[in-house]
Structure formats: C-alpha cells, structure tokens
C-alpha cells in the first residue's frame, strides 16, 4: 500500500561515515529501516543510493529492498530531496508514499503506522513536525510568537511548528500537484514527540541519541 522511500548517501559533510556508524551495535541506517520492514502497510522500502558501496553495506542487514541508483546529474550531495523523488517516481509502485531519513533512528514504529492511518483516514498530505511552547526570536531579535512586554507562562504561548523531517507523507497525485514538492498549503502536521524527533545533524545530535537509544537497552 506504501512506499517507503529513503535516499542514502555515503558521504556526510557534518559527521563523517553518519549513515553508516555503529549506534548500540547496530549500523544507524539499520534502525529506520527495520521499522518500516515490519510494518504491514509498508510493501515496498525503496532506497535511492549513490554509490554500490551504500548498496553492498545495507544488504549485509537486510534483504527485502528495492535500490535505485542515483542519477549522474543528481549526486550533488546538497541535492533536493524533491528532486530525487521526481527522478524515481515511475520506479516506484505504490501511489501512496512515506519519505523518511535513516538520521531518525528514535522514531518509533508506532508512530509511523499512526501517521500512515492518519493518511489512509484523512488521505491529506502530511508531515512530521515538533512542537515548541518556547520564545523566539527573528535574526533581528524581533519577537516571532510574543511580546516581550507582556511576559505570559509559555505554556499559554501560540505553538511554533518544526518541520522536524522525521517524514513526509503523500501520493503521487498530490506531489505532482504541489510541483514536484513533498508538501503543499493544504498539507497536514502529524506532531512527533521530542523524544523521537532528533534528526542527527551535528556530532551534539548524535551524542544526544547515542545515550537514549542506550537507556533504553
């Protein structure tokens, strides 16, 4: 019923090998994945990779995959992800799809299968985003959510959404109705939890899931 799609490079420009480090015992690509595989309404994880390295490194954990090579035209690591997608769409064979990143290893499967019911209930575009009750400012330090002459409990502050890119969720129709994009004006928020949020970007992320993940061990 879906697609899991996943683009995997080999080269990370912030923390060198990311994909592919040990995480608890385990490669951090290994985790998302195993998620999706177990999930009933995911019958098909699509990878889109760059090099037969990525390839060989992920069949060493995991046979029920589907690889696309990346395009030439499209290896420039800072590459959009609309991009990629756009490129594969024909190769994919479900008209419904989750995007997600193998940098989310604390998201859990079963906020996955809620967000896909979500999608199967609402059949409205979506995507993941973390909360926030905090103060924020511009790059001018002008107040954004606010106002700093009356200073009211943050609980009782107006929520500030982040894309958080934990996934996206979506069809074919409606991606090719929002240009060629994950998400549109009238797309949906599924809110994910702090604590499964962390996108590992900076060695400080990483650090951060490294000891969660083994808490919880």
Same mark, same amino acid.
């Given at each position: 019923?879906?697609?899991? @799609?996943?683009?995997? $490079?080999?080269?990370?420009?912030?923390?060198?090998?990311?994909? *592919?480090?040990?995480?608890?015992?385990?490669?951090?690509?290994?985790? !998302?994945?195993?998620?999706?595989?177990?999930?009933?309404?995911? &019958?098909?994880?699509?990878?889109?990779?760059?090099?037969?390295?990525? $390839?060989?490194?992920?069949?060493?954990?995991?046979?029920?995959?589907?690889?696309?090579?990346?395009? &030439?035209?499209?290896?420039?690591?800072?590459? /959009?992800?609309? +991009?990629?997608?756009? #490129?594969?769409?024909?190769?994919?064979?479900?008209? *419904?799809?989750?995007?997600?990143? !193998?940098?989310?290893?604390?998201?859990?499967?079963?906020? *996955?299968?809620?967000?896909?019911?979500?999608?199967?209930?609402? $059949?409205?575009?979506?995507?993941? !985003?973390?909360?926030?009750? /905090?103060?924020?400012? #511009?790059?001018?330090? +002008?107040?954004?959510?606010?106002?700093?002459? !009356?200073?009211?409990?943050?609980?009782?502050?107006?929520?500030?959404?982040?894309?958080?890119?934990?996934? @996206?969720?979506?069809?074919?129709?409606?991606?090719?109705?929002?240009?060629?994009?994950?998400?549109?004006?009238?797309?949906?928020?599924? +809110?994910? #939890?702090?604590?499964?949020?962390?996108?590992?970007?900076?060695?400080?992320?990483?650090?951060?899931?490294?000891?969660?993940? #083994?808490? $919880?061990?």
């Amino acid at each position: 019923m879906f697609t899991a @799609y996943i683009p995997i $490079k080999l080269i990370s420009e912030r923390i060198e090998n990311k994909n *592919f480090l040990d995480i608890n015992g385990k490669p951090l690509f290994a985790y !998302v994945i195993k998620n999706l595989l177990d999930i009933d309404l995911v &019958d098909e994880v699509f990878i889109n990779y760059h090099t037969e390295e990525v $390839k060989d490194r992920i069949l060493e954990h995991f046979e029920d995959i589907k690889f696309v090579k990346r395009l &030439d035209n499209l290896m420039n690591p800072k590459e /959009s992800v609309n +991009k990629l997608i756009a #490129s594969d769409l024909d190769n994919i064979k479900n008209e *419904f799809i989750i995007q997600t990143h !193998v940098t989310n290893p604390m998201v859990s499967k079963n906020t *996955f299968v809620d967000a896909l019911n979500l999608y199967l209930k609402n $059949k409205e575009a979506l995507f993941s !985003v973390t909360e926030h009750h /905090s103060r924020f400012y #511009s790059d001018e330090l +002008k107040e954004i959510n606010h106002d700093m002459n !009356v200073l009211l409990p943050t609980q009782e502050l107006n929520p500030i959404y982040e894309d958080n890119s934990n996934f @996206y969720i979506f069809s074919k129709n409606q991606f090719f109705q929002n240009d060629l994009s994950r998400i549109g004006k009238s797309s949906g928020i599924f +809110k994910v #939890s702090k604590f499964e949020s962390f996108d590992i970007d900076t060695y400080e992320d990483l650090e951060l899931v490294r000891t969660l993940i #083994s808490s $919880k061990h």
